[in-house]
């Protein structure tokens, strides 16, 4: 319109579309006779074309007012989403068809006093051993996320900066959604870079309880979701059984403390995958909704939960290749069509969850993309996943799914084979990490391969990467976990009919996903520590629920009560033992001179402090800490520098060092050994992990003598 000389005026254009609009739906409403679907569906079709030049435009431009955005990109996902319903649904529904408040009645009904009172008292404890001390410690990274992810997310969300309403390159949204509660009581501003005075009057503890606490509560609250997808996959008992295990799990527990996305990442992929398998077996489509938008919530909170993506397309196969007497009656071509076509819808609805709720995609569509199959996680299978849909499109459509139907029939027939492999390499490979472990670790060394997680490849190779995924996993969950899991797997394999047998294809899915992410690890040539392998706890912890559960079947309905409360104690021992160092948690199982936590989050530098803080004239000291964790806890002045210019003016008093550092801090202090008045002043710091002289403070994190936090007295 710039030849009428109008185009610096941009509001004309606003007001004229505004008046059009009115005009069109005016129109319509005018002529209806009733208020109904077909209605609706004249509302899309008469803002048709002004959706396709929209599309166009605000793709070309960034002129427009942000305001546009979202309803061009809502109106797309709505488009889509009744064009999918509208597909003629082809499974048989299992269930009665209730309206929603009575099919919640029904459930809490059938769930009867001790159910709902073993799920509330697992939430009571959770919250309990959570919530005590929550802000009595400091982690690594927390501070990025205090003073820049979140408040920068929701400066922009307040200013309408829609196009950097971003959080980090996770992306971590869900995190600054939940998190940033805290943002109502506590302003990250007047903690960041305290001074000496300023300490005096502000407590950091205030802060980290604002931004944790929503964070873990909302960790608790989700329990209860977790156990209704559980009872309607597996069970009553069987799914009690698992949310004990899950619920008060050590090390879900103190990762829920931190602020951090693998946090939250493990409730939104387990739902997703619960809410999936539900769908598989009861055939109803809500939950095939929730499984897309709790896959989408998965992907907002960290990239990596784009390999769901590929589990669910493999899924399609299983569940033919382990259930196909009740297909029977559905041609193949039709069986893979209508498989394809949920498979469709699911990852349409994650998709919509993560256009709805990140607001950056709104102005950059393509950023859509980029956060999923396009991301860094999904970019080295990306081109042979999209391979095989099209083979398995290609083969439908033009050979009605001849190919796919030979080899499905062929697996179909040797499915108990097939369960058997999983289950035998998984107990392969779990008896290598335990002889190895017991010998003293002379064929890998686990905790050398984890210290260096991104660059351990080179020294331990395929076999040594894969193997060392296994021994987080063994370790970090009870010893009566580990045990039921195991037996679990024996079971799993004696089960005659696994068609019959739900807790059995269960048992498969779960290890063959574990499988299937350390396999992907060792082929990204990174090893899974702790927190990167945290989303794989709750399936093994399911598997334990399983095999606890047919434990319990040998002694009768008073035993299955007696074996109710054992899971509860021997739990609740497990979390008093390893307090405040939940996330450092290692089993009784692995001998005392290894430990788990290697890339730990700041455990223990607290403690410190508050040694520190104890000691005459603490606010005059100087510190010098490889965490800077210890830092905000401290009275006096704190410095983590390796600069060698501040470290010569600067007199230190003590110095702190932790196990999780000693290889960071080995190759950083190289360039200072060079100035041989630092090495005469002991400001070369890797000597302080060799030595015990002038030690005047250590914390053994859970009793694990090589896994510490040690305060010296600085000298020459």
């Not at 179909?412 to 392969?428: D, E, G, P, R, T």
Request: net charge positive; aromatic share 18%.
């Amino acid at each position: 319109m710039s030849f009428l000389k109008i185009a610096e005026d941009i509001s004309l254009f606003y007001f004229s579309y505004f008046v059009l609009f009115v005009l069109a739906v005016g129109t319509v409403l005018f002529f209806a006779k009733k208020i109904d679907l077909l209605l609706i569906k004249k509302f899309f079709l008469v803002l048709f074309p002004t959706e396709i030049i929209l599309l166009f435009s605000l793709e070309k431009s960034r002129l427009f007012n942000s305001a546009l955005y979202f309803p061009v990109g809502a109106y797309l996902i709505i488009a889509i989403f009744y064009l999918i319903s509208c597909h003629k649904f082809q499974w048989r529904e299992l269930g009665q068809k209730l309206s929603f408040r009575l099919r919640v009645k029904n459930w809490l009904g059938s769930q009867g006093k001790i159910a709902i009172g073993v799920v509330l008292l697992v939430m009571i404890l959770s919250a309990l051993f959570g919530a005590y001390h929550i802000a009595k410690f400091a982690a690594v990274d927390e501070p990025l996320w205090f003073y820049d992810r979140i408040p920068g997310f929701w400066k922009d969300v307040k200013t309408h900066n829609w196009y950097g309403a971003t959080v980090s390159d996770k992306p971590g949204l869900t995190v600054a959604l939940i998190s940033g509660i805290g943002l109502l009581s506590e302003n990250p501003k007047d903690y960041q870079d305290l001074s000496l005075a300023e300490k005096n009057t502000k407590n950091i503890e205030n802060l980290n309880l604002a931004f944790r606490l929503p964070l873990y509560l909302f960790i608790v609250l989700m329990l209860p979701f977790i156990y209704f997808f559980l009872e309607r996959l597996l069970g009553k008992l069987p799914a009690l059984f698992s949310i004990i295990f899950i619920g008060l799990s050590p090390i879900l527990i103190g990762l829920g403390r931190i602020i951090n996305p693998d946090a939250i990442l493990w409730v939104f992929t387990t739902l997703s995958l619960l809410s999936y398998f539900v769908y598989l077996r009861k055939r109803n489509r809500a939950y095939l909704y929730w499984a897309g938008i709790f896959l989408g919530l998965s992907i907002l909170t960290k990239y990596v939960a784009n390999i769901l993506y590929i589990f669910f397309f493999l899924m399609i196969f299983s569940e033919y290749i382990f259930n196909a007497e009740k297909y029977k009656e559905l041609a193949m071509k039709k069986y893979i069509w209508e498989s394809l076509v949920d498979y469709l819808f699911l990852v349409f609805s994650s998709l919509a969850t993560f256009y709805v709720l990140y607001p950056a995609v709104w102005m950059k569509i393509d950023r859509l993309l980029t956060g999923t199959i396009f991301s860094q996680a999904f970019l080295p299978v990306y081109k042979p996943f999209l391979l095989a849909i099209f083979f398995v499109l290609a083969d439908n459509l033009i050979l009605s799914s001849r190919i796919v139907s030979f080899l499905l029939n062929l697996l179909a027939k040797v499915k108990k084979h097939i369960l058997y492999l999983f289950i035998i390499i998984f107990l392969i490979a779990t008896t290598i990490v335990l002889v190895d472990v017991y010998s003293g670790m002379k064929f890998f060394n686990f905790e050398i391969i984890l210290a260096s997680p991104k660059t351990s490849y080179l020294q331990a190779k395929f076999l040594g990467t894969f193997l060392t995924n296994f021994y987080p996993l063994i370790f970090g969950i009870i010893p009566l976990a580990f045990i039921s899991a195991m037996l679990a797997l024996f079971w799993g394999i004696k089960k005659e009919d696994v068609s019959d047998n739900r807790a059995s294809q269960i048992i498969f899915y779960s290890i063959a996903f574990i499988l299937m992410y350390y396999l992907g690890s060792a082929v990204s040539k990174v090893v899974s520590i702790v927190r990167y392998q945290i989303m794989l706890f709750p399936l093994i912890l399911i598997v334990a629920g399983i095999g606890f559960y047919w434990l319990s079947n040998r002694f009768g309905q008073k035993g299955k009560i007696a074996f109710l409360i054992v899971a509860i104690l021997i739990n609740v021992y497990s979390l008093c033992r390893t307090y405040p160092f939940y996330m450092s948690y290692a089993s009784s199982l692995l001998p005392q001179k290894y430990f788990l936590d290697i890339k730990d989050m700041g455990a223990g530098s607290y403690e410190a402090a508050q040694f520190l803080n104890s000691l005459p004239n603490s606010q005059n000291l100087t510190v010098w800490t490889d965490k800077r964790g210890l830092c905000a806890f401290f009275k006096g002045q704190c410095s983590s520098t390796f600069t060698a210019s501040q470290l010569l003016k600067t007199h230190l008093d003590y110095v702190v060092v932790s196990s999780g550092r000693q290889k960071r801090t080995t190759g950083m202090v190289l360039p200072l050994k060079s100035q041989p008045i630092l090495v005469e002043e002991g400001k070369v710091f890797d000597k302080y992990y060799k030595q015990e002289e002038n030690m005047v403070f250590e914390v053994e994190i859970n009793n694990r003598p090589d896994q510490y936090v040690k305060v010296f007295k600085a000298q020459k």
